[in-house]
Nanobody, 116 residues
Framework: QVQLVESGGGLVHAGGSLRLSCAAS????????MGWHRQAPGQQRELVGL???????NYGNSVKDRFTVSRANAENILYLQMDNLKPEDTAVYYC??????????WGQGTQVTVSS
């Protein structure tokens, strides 16, 4: 079992920055992939960015070149640095952890609101 707790959400003006954190506990040393997803009202959950235990990253098209995901393996913390935020980035952001082959864990989510 893995427990994930997100923090760092809030309200920011367009063009501003926020940094989200996700602290993993439990069987966190066996996590293969950690990532961020988001869900806006009335929309499906979508990938924001993820990083493997080997440091390989992948991003959703809408956030490339603006968001950076990083992982402090020793501390079991996942970060999401969000720069040049836009109103369309407003969503609940969820931390995700995958342990191959089948385990999939989610945090409770943190709200990010970007005002125009």
């Amino acid at each position: 079992q893995v427990q994930l707790v997100e923090s760092g959400g809030g309200l920011v003006h367009a063009g501003g920055s926020l940094r989200l954190s996700c602290a993993a506990s439990g069987s966190s040393s066996t996590i293969h992939i950690m990532g961020w997803h988001r869900q806006a009202p009335g929309q499906q959950r979508e990938l924001v960015g993820l990083v493997s235990s080997g440091g390989v990253t992948n991003y959703g098209n809408s956030v490339k070149d603006r968001f950076t995901v990083s992982r402090a393996n020793a501390e079991n913390i996942l970060y999401l640095q969000m720069d040049n935020l836009k109103p369309e980035d407003t969503a609940v952001y969820y931390c995700n952890a995958k342990i191959f082959p089948f385990e999939d864990y989610w945090g409770q989510g943190t709200q990010v609101t970007v005002s125009s």
